[in-house]
């Protein structure tokens, strides 16, 4: 088996002094790597017929798609307010210092779809959460959360509580 972690780049003091920032293009630019992190956040729901994979902005987007693909699923993005050209529903989330959004076209997941949702970091959770919130807002049934990092003390499960959750790698 790859050993991921050696493959991301670790950046400290960015993007802020004190923050160890884990750099995924490091990872991403290795075939090897990155055919194993694909497999190894899609293996938990490979058999469990997932219709929908829902990629948060913007490394997201990366993964998700690529595992909709191994998923024989659809994609559907979630973004910044104001990305997507559509109606959309909004869903916003407390920062450490303020707030932010997300939004998800209405008809991006159909009703009662099983969806995956997929980021490459989970953190405090909130944008997670969020993400997850919108899938359920439109129908969407969320089956699962899998991301690529967690930094676990940052506990960030606390916030899914109730959903299924699979981290690749633990810092």
């Given amino acids: 088996m790859i050993d991921l972690k ?13 923050i160890l920032f884990y750099d995924i293009t490091t990872l991403l630019q290795d075939p090897s790597g990155l055919r194993a992190a694909i497999d190894s956040i899609v293996e938990p729901f490979k058999h469990d017929g ?17 595992i909709a693909d191994r998923l024989k699923a ?10 997507l050209p559509s ?8 920062l450490e210092y ?13 009703k009662g779809q ?16 969020a993400a997850a919130e919108l899938v359920e807002r439109i129908g969407g049934t969320v089956h699962g959360l899998s991301f690529l990092i967690e930094l676990v003390d940052l506990n960030g499960r606390e916030k899914l509580a109730g959903h299924r959750l699979h981290s690749v790698l633990k810092y």
Wanted: glycine share 12%; aromatic share 6%.
């Fill in 74 to 83: 659809g994609f559907a993005p979630v973004r910044k307010p104001g990305k």
């Fill in 87 to 94: 109606a959309t529903t909004r869903a916003s989330y407390a």
């Fill in 6 to 18: 050696s493959k991301i780049r670790h950046v400290p003091d960015f993007p802020k002094p004190g």
């Fill in 50 to 66: 997932i219709e929908m994979v829902v990629g948060v902005e913007s490394r997201g987007f990366i993964f998700g798609a690529a």
């Fill in 114 to 129: 099983r969806v995956l949702i997929v980021d490459d970091l989970l953190a405090t959770g909130g944008t997670a959460r």
């Fill in 98 to 110: 303020g707030s932010d959004a997300l939004e998800i076209h209405e008809d991006a997941v159909g």
